[in-house]
């Protein structure tokens, strides 16, 4: 619910919000179009499929799940693009 909750304040405050949070499920993604419509604000979704890392120290077994469990989104952008790392 804190993200959910920054993001309602943010949105009280007339800023504009972005999120890098995981929502694999279409329920989760349909709860911030919900908040989203409450303020009359965008909502784009972009889905990053290439392998960012994992700052987190996620098991590979729950990382694989994610991934055969993801749902799409109507209307997403999908961008399969490796980051480089700049020097």
């Not at 993001?7 to 179009?33: E, N, W």
């Not at 784009?44 to 960012?52: G, K, M, N």
């Not at 729950?62 to 469990?69: A, S, T």
Request: negative net charge; hydrophobic residues 40%.
């Amino acid at each position: 619910h804190w993200v959910k909750n920054t993001i309602r304040m943010a949105l009280c405050g007339g800023m504009d919000v972005v999120t890098s949070c995981v929502y694999g499920h279409a329920k989760k993604i349909q709860a911030l179009k919900e908040l989203a419509d409450e303020f009359n604000a965008d909502l784009e979704v972009i889905r990053l499929t290439a392998d960012y890392g994992n700052v987190h120290n996620v098991p590979e077994s729950i990382l694989k799940d994610m991934k055969e469990h993801f749902e799409d989104w109507p209307g997403e952008t999908i961008i399969n693009t490796q980051n480089t790392e700049v020097k």
